[in-house]
């Protein structure tokens, strides 16, 4: 096959060809059976192993570790003017990379963010149902203007609170709200239950190995507890909030294998678990919250 | 892409490494002349063949004939083998193929470039590209014996165990 007829073979094969050049391949034995070689080329070329999730890990964060450590002045001298896919390309290229690993600093702020939305809605949630209890209390008793004090409240209480809204102001109407509110939170625990289909978990922070795991319980260990909760102006207080978040804690998630805090649900592979942390051996402890039976444990760093 | 391009995996780790990071280190530099993929591409493919060049220089080594081969103590670790010699002679016969080729025909085949942003990554004509990976593909082609008519007894045409220089990584 001389390279004429090559070079059109290799043409045909990726479709860069006029409709002259294509008549003359398929009319052709000769050049269509030159044009299935190279495809064999190609599918061998491209059947490579993707590289193993931890070396793609470890890449991606000496690269975030380099962007890190780039003198400010360059950082922000990136010139969004006339590359505006500069930064924002690099985001997407670095997403689309990953089938899917994210980046390690990344892993590491997730998890409190996400672990503090859940305990601040499961917060609001508690709080409207004393709420709801007070002023139906008060509404039984007979106190309209007590009842419109304390709906509005629970309204103050609902603006700091987004996963209760929207609240009838209504006293008798407060209760089903926040029972409704409270199912909500329930449905979100219950992605610890083994029974639990996937698509519960969805909002449980994903933990792929112990690495994963260490970081999850070491960035709980060293952040205080909900810093991202916003500050209550009227009410809930931070003593009734971290109340409720030690009772739902507490209440949904139990502690096992001698762990000595229970820093919140996860998946860890495909197992939805628990995490808490030894403190006496320094260890961090996935398992499975009906049984108790320990999924992975990793020293923490 | 680095796999194919730096040839071996502990190369290829290395070669992405180094291409992420110089992307990372590079981006205040970026003009935005090309376009992100492509300018990505290059860095890469640059740091890909400073990994083979690199590799090249180290001494090989030459595998076991079959007669020489010790038996397998885990039977497992042997299918592991039986499969480990397609793409011993897959990389041999890229690491035998012109760099220029070479290249040319990873950025296509595997990075699925199309020819201009295979020639803006390059820095080459259409159709220096196009002959590229054309004779490329045909080389690899030829040293990998391969015929479309027995395609799925590939292994059974290529070159024997002993034939093949083995990466001492």
């Known amino acids: ?301 | 892409m680095c796999r194919r391009i730096a040839g071996s995996t502990r190369d290829a780790d290395d070669a992405c490494q180094e291409a992420l990071i110089k992307i990372v280190r590079s981006l205040p530099r970026f003009d935005g002349r090309s376009s992100f993929g492509t300018w990505a591409y290059r860095i890469a493919t640059n740091a890909s063949l400073d990994e083979l060049r690199k590799r090249q220089r180290r001494p090989a080594l030459h595998a076991v004939d079959e007669e020489h081969r010790p038996e397998a103590v885990d039977p497992a670790a042997d299918d592991y083998t039986e499969r480990f010699p397609d793409r011993l002679v897959l990389d041999d016969a890229l690491d035998r193929l012109a760099e220029d080729m070479r290249v040319a025909v990873v950025l296509r085949d595997v990075a699925d470039l199309d020819y201009a942003e295979i020639a803006e990554a390059l820095d080459l004509p259409i159709g220096t590209v196009k002959s590229r990976i054309s004779r490329g593909r045909a080389a690899l082609a030829a040293q990998l014996r391969l015929d479309p008519e027995a395609a799925p007894e590939i292994r059974g045409n290529q070159p024997t165990a002993d034939e093949r220089p083995i990466d001492p990584t």
């Open chain 1, 1 to 301: 096959m001389n390279d004429d007829l090559t070079l059109l073979a290799s043409a045909y094969l990726d479709d860069d060809i006029t409709v002259d050049e294509r008549e003359r391949v398929e009319g052709d034995p000769d050049v269509l059976a030159e044009v299935e070689r190279l495809r064999l080329v190609r599918a061998l070329l491209s059947d490579v192993e993707p590289a193993a999730i931890s070396v793609r890990e470890a890449q991606l964060a000496a690269a975030l570790g380099a962007w890190e450590r780039l003198p400010e002045a360059e950082r922000s001298g990136v010139r969004r003017d006339v590359t505006p896919g500069g930064i924002d390309a690099a985001a997407v290229a670095g997403a689309a990379s990953v089938t899917a690993p994210t980046p390690l600093s990344a892993r590491r702020r997730a998890p409190r963010r996400s672990s503090t939305r859940w305990l601040t809605g499961a917060a609001a949630a508690l709080v409207l149902v004393l709420a709801g209890g007070v002023a139906l209390q008060l509404s039984s008793a007979g106190g309209t203007d007590d009842a419109d004090s304390s709906a509005d409240a629970a309204q103050a209480r609902g603006a700091t609170a987004p996963a209760a809204d929207p609240v009838d102001p209504a006293a008798d109407q407060l209760a089903p709200a926040a029972e409704a509110a409270v199912d909500d939170s329930a449905e979100l625990d219950t992605g610890i239950d083994n029974a639990a289909p996937p698509g519960e978990n969805v909002g449980l922070d994903q933990l792929d190995n112990l690495t994963d795991l260490a970081d999850f319980a070491a960035a709980a260990v060293g952040a205080p507890a909900a810093p991202d909760v916003p500050a209550a102006t009227s009410a809930p207080s931070d003593e009734e909030l971290s109340e409720a978040e030690s009772f739902l804690v507490e209440a949904e998630l139990p502690r096992c294998l001698g762990v000595d805090i229970v820093v919140g649900p996860a998946m860890y592979g495909n197992v939805p678990v628990v995490v808490g942390i030894d403190e006496g051996r320094n260890l961090a402890i996935a398992y499975r919250a009906a049984t108790c039976a320990e999924v992975a444990r990793v020293r923490l760093p």
